[in-house]
């Protein structure tokens, strides 16, 4: 299995709260992704990451942000969390554009 | 742009049976073509995958060919298990793009 942890697992904010999800890689892929899991909607890319400090939007961005100081760390940022925030969010990782992504375990949010 | 339309579940299956989700899609050129699972609780995993027409990927008794006549990329397993429970999800990584685009999935569920 790929290296990939997530952390939080799980958490539970208010809304209007800043929150900051971590994504950490120990396989040193290239490529970092961040997607939201809703029912109906399957995966949609939030952003993406194609190299340290190297970062651009998905389809569903708006009210995210990202940052990619290392290699390893890909963060999520919910700036001010809303309810329609509330969401399963997963990391994938994968060496080139078109190849396998790996996905981490997922983290739970449900913004109050 | 590129998009995928995966049957709609969910699929109730009675052990051994045969098993077909079907999975078409839309892009331009030749994409790499993608099957994940995703078993409850854990984040996706690859499947199998197919990155040129006519190519057929295979993986833990399941298959699906790569059909750029008719655009579809359909997942078979001959006789299913109760340990096939999951949600699936069909993928494409078109060509020049740095993004996996997913259908909505479709869950499986194989009683005994």
């Known amino acids: 299995d790929a290296g990939i942890t997530q952390s939080p697992r799980h958490k539970v904010t208010e809304t209007g709260t800043p929150v900051t999800l971590r994504c950490h890689q120990t396989?040193?892929?290239?490529?970092m992704y961040w997607y939201r899991q809703d029912p109906g909607h399957g995966l949609r890319l939030i952003h993406y990451?194609?190299?340290?400090?190297?970062?651009d939007k998905g389809e569903v961005s708006d009210g995210y942000s990202v940052s990619r100081s290392k290699t390893e760390d890909f963060l999520l940022t919910l700036e001010s969390a809303t309810s329609s925030q509330t969401s399963v969010y997963f990391c994938a990782i994968s060496m080139g554009q078109r190849e396998t992504q790996y996905f981490g375990p997922g983290t739970r949010l449900l913004v109050l | 742009g590129d998009s995928v339309t995966q049957m709609e579940g969910p699929v109730t299956l009675s052990e051994e049976a045969f098993l077909t989700i079907n999975c078409t899609y839309t892009a331009t050129g030749y994409p790499s073509l993608f099957w994940y699972v995703q078993y409850p609780g854990e984040g996706l995993q690859l499947l199998l995958k197919?990155?040129?027409?006519?190519d057929k990927g295979s993986n833990k008794g399941f298959e699906a060919t790569y059909r750029k006549e008719t655009t579809s990329f359909h997942l078979e397993k001959g006789s299913v298990q109760v340990s096939d429970s999951a949600v699936y999800f069909c993928?494409?990584?078109?060509?020049?793009?740095?993004?996996?685009?997913f259908g909505t999935g479709t869950k499986l569920q194989v009683i005994p």
């Open positions: 396989e040193n892929h290239r490529y």
């Open positions: 197919a990155t040129k027409a006519d």
């Open positions: 990451s194609y190299g340290v400090k190297d970062t």
């Open positions: 993928a494409l990584s078109g060509e020049g793009y740095q993004k996996v685009t």
